[in-house]
């Protein structure tokens, strides 16, 4: 039994009480939905205003939003799952996987592209229009569905030639470990997430240092820009800290192994859940003139009930 095995195996061991299982429940689906509310809301007002459509900077944001609400409702649904259901199929399990992978490493990309159009706009602003275009951003977004697609199934692959056909009609306690259970896998996902730390890193330190610099000697805009990466910095924090989820599951299991459930749960809101709740603070509450738009929607909600 591989180290991935024997966590799922100590998580299965002790299990919550109906009480704590029922609260853990209640907290994560009142926080998705709370998250998906909010989030529908600036894809609302991004929607009814055409100003947006034309801003490469809201294409980006809003791409964000909606991956967070795919990303939110998978792992919530995968949750409820593991406390209801148990056990399910794996080929329907793969799917929900999947999504949820996809989404989740499209967060840090998507934060990657953003804190790069804040640094063309501050510091290279005559280029700004000739460079990030609408085409250019759609294009982008491609891409960065593209990466995590080519990283991610490469395990489906990998699953479906050393698997045999009746493992994906049998049931199983929906984790990643036990759905794509090869150790290659799991090196493979490490060589990956190492990769993208260091690419995606070194783009925001880059991109914030040279708007730091220019912040000193320029605009308020600059200055804002530069607290912006800083915002989006801690979310990649938050997001990035996935990657060492792995190894930080396996010390806890050492340490607290009665605790194991308690502790997941702590890192499934940190990891998962939080990183989400950031995104609209960005854009939807610092940004004037999508606060001015976003405003001026829920007011007129309320004047109409």
Known sequence: MNVSAANV?????????????????????????????????????FRKHQIFY???????????????IIMVTMTITLFVISY?????????CCIFILIALFTTENTPLNLACMAVECYIAICLPL??????????TLMLIGLIWMT???????DLFITLATEPLDFFHS??????????PQPLIIEKRDITYSLFLVIVWLTIFYT???????A??????????????????????????????????????????????????????????????ISPIIYGFRDNTFRKYLKNELLCKISKA
């Not at 995590?148 to 490469?154: D, G, K, Q, R």
């Open 84 to 92: 209801t259901i148990y056990k399910l199929n794996v080929s329907i």
């Open 216 to 277: 000193k000697t320029a605009s308020k805009d600059a200055k804002k820009a530069r607290n912006t990466i800083m915002l989006h910095g801690f979310q990649l924090l938050l997001c990035m800290s996935s990657y060492a989820t792995p190894p930080l599951k396996d010390a806890l299991l050492r340490w607290f192994p009665k605790n194991i459930a308690d502790s997941l749960f702590a890192i499934y809101i940190t990891v998962q859940i939080l990183p989400r709740s």
């Open 9 to 45: 195996t100590v998580v299965l061991q002790y299990r919550d009480t109906f009480t704590k299982a029922v609260t853990k429940n209640v907290i994560v689906v009142f926080l998705g939905i709370s998250i998906n509310f909010i989030n529908a809301s600036l894809i609302h007002t």
């Open 127 to 136: 280029r700004h229009v000739q460079i990030c275009t609408v085409k250019r």
């Open 208 to 214: 914030y240092f040279k708007i730091l610099f220019t």
């Open 148 to 154: 995590s697609i080519f990283s991610v199934l490469p």
């Open 171 to 180: 049931r199983v306690f929906c984790r990643r470990e036990l759905v794509f």
């Open 54 to 68: 034309l801003n490469p900077r809201y294409i980006l944001f809003i791409h964000l939003v909606v991956n967070d």
